[in-house]
């Protein structure tokens, strides 16, 4: 997938470290955003598409090889990148409530059952191991009816492929031989796709608005179901879209 348009380049900072660095906490504090908009309905509006997601092979929190593909095809996807030690409140824990309510309300939501899914990668190969996102995805997994799938990377070298695909911005950290150990201090972004694998929407933090982030899930499910969707075509651009022009 190469980015144009509303995905910028991944710009990879490589940071130097000398011996083995500690966790840290994502830099800057954010604010809590707000909806300074009513969130037009469920199908008036279309999503534009962006971009193919490119395939990539990680590993999922039992171990086993899954591509990419297979968790972003089939059906609606929220994908997003964390690492199990952030301890940023508007960082990975943030986005994780985040999905957490959306989750509840698909799962409401009747047209929506078996169509939607979560997926979490991790930004740490090194640290986060399928046991460690195992352990820390078993709160959000708990639920039989809804997918959510936790997975990682063998190597850093391997996720940075992905990283830069997404233009998930991030730094690197090297080791002494300048290997590549792991990856931090990302830019926190959500990124919709369509079942045919097509990035549909990207949300950064102000816009991790969970009405409208809902409502866009339900306008690509009810692309699929033309006699259901409401005044087709009557806004061209989606509410996260709208409300960046008004700024």
């Not at 409401?108 to 190969?125: E, K, Q």
């Amino acid at each position: 997938m190469r980015r144009s348009g509303a995905v910028a380049g991944a710009g990879l900072t490589v940071l130097l470290l000398a011996g083995v660095a500690s966790a840290a906490e994502d830099p800057g504090k954010a604010a809590a955003p707000r909806v300074e908009f009513v969130p037009p309905r469920p199908g008036s509006y279309k999503l534009q598409k962006i971009q193919q997601v490119a395939d990539a092979l990680l590993l999922d929190s039992t171990g086993l090889a899954v591509k990419l593909s297979a968790l972003t095809h089939g059906k609606i996807t929220l994908l997003t990148f964390f690492y199990t030690y952030c301890v940023d409140p508007l960082g990975c824990p943030f986005a994780h409530a985040t999905l957490a309510g959306l989750r509840d309300r698909v799962t409401d939501d009747r047209a929506l059952a078996g169509r939607v899914r979560f997926v979490s990668v991790s930004l740490d190969p090194t640290h986060d191991t399928p046991a460690a996102i195992a352990s820390y995805g078993q709160e959000f997994t708990a639920d039989p009816k809804f997918e959510w799938r936790f997975v990682t990377a063998r190597r850093v070298p391997e996720l940075l492929p992905v990283l830069d695909d997404f233009g998930q911005d991030v730094s690197v950290d090297l080791d002494q031989d300048g290997r590549a150990t792991r990856t931090l201090h990302h830019m926190l972004k959500m990124f919709l796709i369509d079942a045919g694998g097509e990035v549909r929407e990207i949300y950064s933090l102000a816009f991790l608005q969970p009405q409208v982030m809902f409502n866009d899930i339900k306008t690509l499910a009810l692309e699929t179901s033309p006699s259901s969707r409401p005044d087709s075509g009557a806004r061209r651009l989606s509410p996260a879209l709208a409300a960046r022009s008004r700024q």
